[in-house]
């Protein structure tokens, strides 16, 4: 589902504008339409394109369905990953038993994103393509150095989620390129995802949200990486503050401040900056109480 | 469900008769149809030769438009024409939104399309007809307007400053209206107090988001001369008047059909400019031109409310006895005052309601309403109610804390006592019939404040922050004509029922009264049942019908029950009066000794009666049996008006317990109570769930909802994602308990309960929010109480 | 299938089959459903937000504004017109007890997502039904009356 800034100019439109319609035979096939029509954008769920289509935000010439070609639903362990293939919807993920075995963090986290509905159709590809900055996959995918397999014209490529958010709404997919999976390394022992965030209302995007990737032995932190999202324009990565707080535990003034720092909090309608950056601070301790209960 | 709430009021009848419906928490039988998809919504209808609309309207909050080109537009697939404010004026005369009884009051016209300036951003320039909605959008982004951007009046607090931009130079300021109430000598009173304390509270402007935003279907029949409107609005006859007015037609000519409605809320009952462009294009293309809101359009173009920063002060000698009241009032409205019904009524409620519940001798109250370039702002649930409430209330509470008294005792012992009516507030308008005192005392029952003071203390020990409040307020309901008709206002105080026995032995009832969901024809069926002695299931029920229901006000202002319930209890009496002189006739017996039960006449002492199937039968095809001199009448119709006061108010106390996350922010309202006298209660479920509806609006108001504007009159979060309005998750349950004081202006006794719920939750939720903060300094004084103020008030930010 | 503005579709609602129907390919589910005379699905936003257009389709709960109408293509539909199983009464006859509606503009989204719920089997908190029906606005009853019904339904199933 889509989260707008909008200046909506006194109220537009709700009906979208014209665009042609193909419903892609295979994933090569929507590859070679992608390729050649830079207008052309992918439909795979559809609860964030459509919004913005009801909406005339985007208007674009030809939508590429993809979303009934089979073989791309799969959730498998691939050796040291699990694999969830791009087209499971996020209902498909919280259903799935390899995944509450593997990664249930993926599950409580999926517990928060919208509502059933939307869960029903959204994509754990589209999710991750879409790298909207207030969405909790993109950053679980950075903070477990999860692998984003693309597909295009010349063949499939893996690519780190660190080295996919670029910018606002701005990732290395290629303009001939799909997302057809990801690959999230199977936790080691001794290795947890914890996940909060905080928001006006239960399925609203966060104000501020926190997925820490924690290594420990007992209730002893060993290692921890801290990845916020809402905060800024992608996922933001706050590894300075991830190691202050393994030196020196929590205190709230000295991690803020740590924050600061390294994170541009950006300000939105339902937080200013400040208080993202005091979110941020205390969603560390809330982490570490979910750690020690 | 069966459940029997007795309502004790001996006028209306024993409770142990057969057919005794009112007081019953009966299913709304009639209502199934929503869950099998059976609803007929404005937008369900289709009608040949239909055509669809989509305005262009201004982005801009205050802008001069130089040129409108539409020929490009107008080649666009699907389009049959492109009107501006030239083509529709042909067609509908500019109106004015002030009324004659509240002092002066400056609007200047509006038309339904801008001409030379667009005043708010959201205000309708153009108008595209076409074959479908989108193929209008398509073109409408083919118009080329040339637009000259204008600085925006968007801040209220400055809208008098000398440098303030003046949207309406003929007027002079941006002054719309002002009033003084003056009571006493407050200045005198706060002198001679042992303790005055004060606030300035501030509430953002937020708006109503129907599910089903507005819509209207305008169907202009050249060969008959009628124009014939389904309209998803609360009052046809005033639509009726106004669109015959407007478009210069014969008002018995223009039919207006309300039928089922996706909530309203007061949002549904003013006349918007673009549904005016509608029965315009209407009557010059001679074809039904339907248009429906869309989301984003009802954001920017509903009528907006409750933007006011309001001061007060109150001054209690050292026994916590109030001797003065004071408040000053800001509220910013749009460029316009909304039409027929103004937009100085929701201030002019906070002058009047401030206070209501106690006796404050001393009293003034000062309000200003000025213009801005921001959406039309005008009545929505609970009008002025909020405001008014929470200044009182959050100044009691202040008071206790600086004596050191309990939070309800203070209030108790400042009550109009229950026993002193007929009585006045201390802005001086009449009240009769209430309770707070008991009201309080039953509120305390159910509440057990001892409990929740305790649990706070324990709170507080474990780091969490607690606290509750208690609050009284009395609601305004059923209206007579002092509140519009006195000023000029074509806007019905009297509402009509007319009831039939037909010759198949049922029962037709139609009555003026409207239906948004909150039960008017379950409620009618009710009282025309028990009234009459016949099975709930016999009546049928024709509402929101101008050909075919009583001349009458509809649904606004908590009315319906008090006013339209009474003209169909009198309706259904005379009805059964006439059958009873019938059937007397009939059965050669006197028409004392019957009676009807269950559709039959049935003889009180035994004995042979005659079902009404068979007496009506008689009468209408067997009409020679009858004796002579009878002159049989099976309809009757009866009206009903409140007189010689303005209203009738009910009152209300309520309760929550609330606990603040102080790493968040984040309020939650862990209960919430209320106790609320509305006299009889016909279906008390359904007034259950008007408190509980009417609660959970408040809460929107004082925790979530407001529209955001930046400085250059953008409304920023126009979106169903960005507007927060309450769902499920963190919404309370609501314990509904009742005191019950019947209404001495009508036989039925029932009043209004439909705001109640809305007006009193903003206050007790600032007031309990409050009093957690309290235990470390803190305090927030601006609605909605979001996270953010929580924590700044808290000083984590 | 050829890319193109209008498309030819084939799918069943509430048992009824369409062969070979004209859309835009631009419209949405919501409205085609409309057009085609199934009113009972109601428009609130047209984004997904308030749950008012909810739909089954392939036996799941989805938003029909959210959906293409060329994406039913093949699909087997049931909107609240076609709620008429047993459980689904029984549902009804919840609702109307309670009376967990009043205008009745969100109930066929309401229902819809009432009947995920029971079929899911899950015995739920009243604190776990708010949180399943989170995204289905409703302006009216102030939800309370809906969980009453939706709790005394899941009592009934289980």
């Known amino acids: ?136 996959l993109p950053a679980l995918a950075v903070a477990t150095n999860a692998e984003i397999i693309l597909s295009g014209q010349n063949g499939d490529r893996s ?66 990486s801290l990845v916020y999202f809402a905060t800024g324009d992608k996922p933001d990565v706050a590894d300075k503050t991830a190691k202050l707080f393994l030196q020196t535990g929590y205190d709230y003034e000295q991690l803020k401040n740590s924050l600061s720092s390294e994170i541009d909090f950006a300000g939105d309608l339902n937080s200013s900056s400040e208080m993202k950056l005091h979110l941020a601070t205390i969603l560390i301790k809330k982490i570490i109480n979910k750690l020690e209960a | 469900m069966d459940d029997i709430k007795v309502n004790q009021n001996p006028k209306l009848g024993s409770i142990d008769r057969p057919n005794s419906y009112i007081g019953r928490s009966l299913p709304r039988e009639n209502a199934k149809k929503h869950l099998d998809g059976g609803g007929q919504f404005v937008d369900d209808l289709t009608l040949p030769r239909m055509v669809h609309v989509a305005f262009l309207r201004s982005p801009f909050a205050h802008a001069e438009i130089k040129s409108i080109d539409t020929k490009t537009a107008k080649l666009s697939d699907g389009v049959i024409d492109i009107f501006t404010a030239k083509e529709i004026d042909e067609v509908c005369k500019p109106w004015v939104g002030v009324l004659g009884h509240l002092g ?36 409408l982004e083919l118009i080329e307007v040339d637009w000259l951007e204008k600085d925006a009046q968007v801040d209220m607090e400055t809208a008098l400053d000398p440098n303030a931009v003046i949207i309406h130079p003929e007027l002079g300021n941006n002054l719309f209206w002002t009033r003084t109430v003056n009571q006493g000598d407050v200045d005198k009173a706060f002198k001679e107090a042992d303790a005055v304390v004060e606030t300035t509270l501030d509430f953002a402007r937020h708006t109503g988001v129907t599910l089903e935003s507005r819509g209207i279907v305008a169907d202009w029949n050249k060969a008959e001369n009628k124009m014939t409107i389904y309209h998803n609005g609360q009052a046809p006859h005033m639509m009726q008047h106004i669109i015959a007015k407007h478009l210069d037609l014969n008002e018995g000519l223009v039919r207006i059909i309300s039928r089922d409605v996706g909530g309203s809320f007061g949002i549904k009952v003013h006349v918007y400019p673009d549904e005016m462009a509608v029965t315009a294009i209407s009557k010059k293309l001679g074809r039904p031109v339907k248009f429906i809101a869309d989301r984003l359009e009802s954001f920017t173009t509903d009528i907006h409310a409750r933007c006011h920063k309001i001061s007060g002060k109150l001054g209690v000698d050292k026994n916590g006895k109030i001797l003065a009241m004071e408040i000053d009032d800001l509220s910013g409205i749009g460029p316009f005052s909304m039409y027929p019904r103004t937009s100085a009524i929701e201030t002019n409620q906070v002058l009047n309601l401030s206070g209501a519940p106690y006796v404050i001798p001393n009293y003034k109250a000062v309000g200003t309403v000025v213009f801005q370039n921001k959406t039309p702002m005008c009545q929505y649930r609970a009008v002025g109610h909020p405001i008014a409430v929470a200044i009182t209330e959050a100044l009691i509470d202040k008071a ?84 519009y008709g006195v000023g000029g206002a074509h806007i019905s105080s009297q509402d009509g029922a007319s009831i039939r026995l037909e010759g198949s032995g049922a029962i037709h009832l139609s009555s003026s009264i409207t239906e948004q969901g909150q039960g008017t024809e379950a409620i009618m ?87 009404l199937q068979k007496l009506a039968e008689t009468v209408y095809y067997r009409g020679h049996e009858i004796p002579k001199g009878t002159n049989p009448e099976l309809l009757a119709t009866a009206s009903f008006l409140i007189e010689g006061i303005p209203f ?57 909802e407001e529209c955001v504007y930046d400085d250059q009159g953008n409304m920023q979060n126009a979106t ?71 924590l700044k008030a808290l000083g984590k930010i | 299938m050829a890319a193109n503005n209008t498309l030819s579709i084939s799918f069943t609602v509430n048992g009824e089959k369409f062969n070979n129907v004209n859309v835009p390919s631009r419209q949405h589910l919501a409205d085609f459903l409309r057009s085609q005379g199934f009113t009972g699905t109601h428009l609130g936003c047209e984004q997904g937000a308030c749950g008012a257009c909810t739909i089954e389709m392939d036996g799941k709960a989805v938003r029909s504004c959210l959906v293409l109408a060329s994406q039913a293509n093949g699909s087997d539909l049931k909107t609240v017109e076609g709620f008429d199983d047993k459980m689904m009464e029984q549902v009804k006859q919840s609702f ?63």
């Open chain 2, 648 to 704: 009738v108010f009910t009152n209300s106390a309520m309760g929550c317990q609330v606990s603040i996350d102080q790493d968040t922010g984040i309020i939650k309202i862990n209960k919430f109570w209320a106790v609320e006298d509305c006299g009889t209660q016909i279906n008390p479920k359904l007034v259950e769930e008007q408190i509980r509806g009417g609660v959970i609006q408040g809460i929107g108001g004082a925790l979530f």
């Open chain 1, 1 to 136: 589902m889509i989260r707008l800034i909008c200046y909506l100019m006194g109220g537009k439109y709700m009906k979208a504008a014209n665009f042609s319609y193909y419903e892609a035979k295979n994933i090569q096939d929507a590859i070679k339409i992608k390729a050649n029509d830079e207008e052309a954008v992918i439909l795979a769920g559809g609860q964030s394109l459509l919004p913005a289509l009801n909406m005339r935000l985007s208007s674009p010439s030809c939508l590429i369905d993809i979303s009934k070609i089979s073989g791309l639903n799969d959730i498998i362990i691939d050796g040291d990953y699990l694999f969830i293939g791009a087209l499971a919807t996020h209902s498909d993920v919280m259903r799935n038993e390899i995944v509450s075995q593997k990664m249930p963090c993926l599950i409580d986290i999926l517990k928060m994103v919208a509502h059933p509905a939307i869960r029903n159709k959204g994509t754990h590809g589209g999710s991750i393509a879409y790298g909207d900055p207030a969405a909790e």
């Open chain 2, 525 to 611: 069926k009710q009282i025309a049942a028990d009234q009459l002695g016949v099975k709930l299931e016999s009546v049928r029920v024709t509402l929101g019908d101008t050909d075919a229901t009583p001349y009458g006000g509809g649904t606004w202002a908590s009315r319906g029950a008090g006013i339209g319930g009474e003209a169909v209890l009198k309706a259904a009496r005379k009805l059964k009066d006439n059958i009873l002189n019938i059937a007397a006739a009939i059965m050669q017996t006197d028409k004392e000794s019957l009676d009807i039960e269950d559709n039959n006449v049935v003889r009180k002492n035994g004995g042979e009666g005659i079902s």
């Open chain 3, 96 to 158: 109307l007890k309670h009376n967990a509606f009043q205008c009745g503009f969100c109930s066929p989204g309401m229902l819809m997502t009432t009947k995920e719920i029971l079929l899911s089997k899950k015995k739920l908190t009243r604190e776990e039904i708010r949180s399943e029906i989170s995204g289905n606005y409703c302006r009216c009853t102030g939800y309370q009356s809906i969980v009453d019904a939706i709790e005394e339904c899941i009592n009934e199933v289980n």
């Open chain 1, 159 to 224: 690519i780190n989620a660190n080295d996919f958010y670029l910018g606002l709404f701005e990732t290395a997919i290629n303009q001939d390129e799909i997302v057809v999976g990801i690959k999230y390394p199977l936790l080691k022992q001794g290795q947890v995802i914890l996940f909060d965030e905080v928001c006006r209302r239960h399925g609203d995007y966060a104000m501020a949200g926190l997925i820490a990737n924690v290594n420990k032995t007992g209730s002893k932190v060993n290692d921890l």
């Open chain 2, 720 to 790: 169903m994602a960005d507007y927060l309005v309450p769902m499920a998750y963190e919404m309370p349950d609501i314990i509904v308990d009742h005191v019950t004081t019947n209404s001495g202006r009508s036989i039925i006794g029932a009043k209004g309960a439909g705001e109640a719920g809305t007006g009193g939750a903003p206050a007790v939720i600032m007031n309990a929010i409050n009093n957690a903060l309290k235990q470390v300094g803190a305090e927030v004084i601006s609605q909605p109480i979001t996270p953010e103020k929580v």
């Open chain 2, 104 to 139: 002066e009051m400056r609007s200047p016209e509006q038309s339904p399309l801008a001409k030379k300036i667009a005043r708010w951003q959201g205000e309708p320039v153009a108008v595209v007809i076409a074959n479908s909605r989108a193929q209008a959008e398509d073109a």
């Open chain 2, 400 to 483: 206790a804390y600086k004596i050191g008294m309990d939070l309800d005792k203070i209030r108790k012992i400042n009550f109009i006592p229950d026993n002193s009516y007929p009585n006045k507030s201390p802005s001086g308008v009449p009240l009769e019939d209430l309770s707070h005192q008991a009201s309080m005392d039953k509120l305390l029952e159910i509440m057990d404040i001892k409990e929740i003071d305790t649990k706070k203390k324990d709170d507080y020990e474990k780091g969490i922050l607690s606290g509750y409040g208690v609050i009284s307020m009395c609601e305004v309901t059923n209206p007579s004509p002092l509140f």
